[in-house]
Structures are given as structure tokens and as C-alpha cells.
T-cell receptor
Framework: DAMVIQNPRYQVTQFGKPVTLSCSQTLNHNVMYWYQQKSSQAPKLLFHYYDKDFNNEADTPDNFQSRRPNTSFCFLDIRSPGLGDAAMYLC??????????FGPGTRLTVL | RKEVEQDPGPFNVPEGATVAFNCTYSNSASQSFFWYRQDCRKEPKLLMSVYSSGNEDGRFTAQLNRASQYISLLIRDSKLSDSATYLCVVNPGGSQGNLIFGKGTKLSVKP
């Protein structure tokens, strides 16, 4: 089945230790998104790619970077995780005109 | 004014009850509208898109009032499995497909 896959599902890292989260989609969508969601809050868009064009939200910290090496894959790099970065990270994809399809998320714990 | 506002919740209802969620959006140019369902510690999943004429899917009915910038979701004959957080989601327009999420309304259906 076509879907959005995220790995790992759970990630534990130490304060300041870089971490990379991965996302892949088999839907052949040209837009991919990364969201951060904390408990009882709405998903917060960090950035998105329209094809290879990177779009950063104005309030996304510099600590967060992203790469999209091809249509199917997208990575979220957190260069120096802080305690405040502990959250669920959701990847989504869409055609750009319709609904977004979400992956199962990666739950990040920072020790 | 927040971009997407929802009923504060939580809604605690007995099985079989009818429950309605309301949502308002601030951008009158918004082009498409959705209700997503999110279970605890899971990703948002599309419940239904919302069309101007209103649409129904089984026990779920969605309505859109563009003049009032208002969206609603009606759930009839509530089931225990309907317990979740319901997110009102708006596409403000543009080809990049960015979505604006409400904070969600938590529904708890009790036996």
C-alpha cells in the first residue's frame, strides 16, 4: 500500500547530541512536510519541500535542518537537541492541492 | 484572532449520543477544509474533506459556511471507538498545500 513511513518510531538522544529522523513516501507526492507536535498542541509546521524547493517557516529554529535527496525521502536533522525539542515529529506528504497524508511519527526523547 | 479556532472541549458523551464540533477560520480566501482525527500518541488521519454543499460519510456529517467562515462536524450514534481528538484543518490557498491546524477538540465517549 502507498504510504508515508518514518524511522525510527522512537528516538532517545542526549542533550546536544545530533539526531536525524527519516521519512519516505511511496505516494509520489511532490510536497513533503515536517511538523513538530507537543502534547495537547496542534502540529507546528517546521518546513516543507515543494519538489526540491525548500521552504522554512519563519519561527523554525536554526537548530533544525532538512534534506530531501530525492522525491521519496526527506530527513530532519536536529543539530543540538535541547530538552525543549522533545516532541513527536510528524512527516507528511501531499500533491500540494489536497489533503496531507501523515506518517506514524517519531517520538523524540532528550535526556 | 487565531487562524483556526475550535470548541475548547473536552466533550464527554455517552454511547449513542450525537455530538457537534464547531470551527471558525480567519482567512476568507481559504480554499479547502478538512477534519482530521488523531488518537492519543498517533498521527493525524484524514476523517473527511469538507465541501460547500456539505457532505456525509456514514455517521459523520461535515458542513461549511463560507460566508460565516465556519465549519462543523456532526457525529451521530457515537461509538466508544470515536474517542479521539478532532482537528479542524484549513488550507489557506496556494500550490504548496500548507495547512493550518486548530488545536483540536477531545472527544471521550463513555459506555
Amino acid at each position: 500500500d502507498a504510504m508515508v513511513i518514518q524511522n525510527p518510531r522512537y528516538q532517545v538522544t542526549q542533550f546536544g547530541k545530533p539526531v536525524t529522523l527519516s521519512c519516505s513516501q511511496t505516494l509520489n507526492h511532490n510536497v513533503m512536510y515536517w511538523y513538530q507536535q507537543k502534547s495537547s498542541q496542534a502540529p507546528k509546521l517546521l518546513f516543507h519541500y515543494y519538489d526540491k524547493d525548500f521552504n522554512n517557516e519563519a519561527d523554525t529554529p536554526d537548530n533544525f535542518q532538512s534534506r530531501r535527496p530525492n522525491t521519496s525521502f526527506c530527513f530532519l536533522d536536529i543539530r543540538s537537541p535541547g530538552l525543549g525539542d522533545a516532541a513527536m515529529y510528524l512527516c507528511a506528504s501531499s500533491t500540494g492541492y489536497n489533503e496531507q497524508f501523515f506518517g506514524p511519527g517519531t517520538r523524540l526523547t532528550v535526556l | 484572532r487565531k487562524e483556526v479556532e475550535q470548541d475548547p472541549g473536552p466533550f464527554n458523551v455517552p454511547e449513542g449520543a450525537t455530538v457537534a464540533f464547531n470551527c471558525t477560520y480567519s482567512n476568507s480566501a481559504s480554499q479547502s477544509f478538512f477534519w482530521y482525527r488523531q488518537d492519543c500518541r498517533k498521527e493525524p488521519k484524514l476523517l473527511m474533506s469538507v465541501y460547500s454543499s456539505g457532505n456525509e460519510d456514514g455517521r459523520f456529517t461535515a458542513q461549511l459556511n463560507r460566508a460565516s467562515q465556519y465549519i462543523s462536524l456532526l457525529i451521530r450514534d457515537s461509538k466508544l471507538s470515536d474517542s479521539a481528538t478532532y482537528l479542524c484543518v484549513v488550507n489557506p490557498g496556494g500550490s504548496q498545500g500548507n495547512l493550518i491546524f486548530g488545536k483540536g477538540t477531545k472527544l471521550s465517549v463513555k459506555p
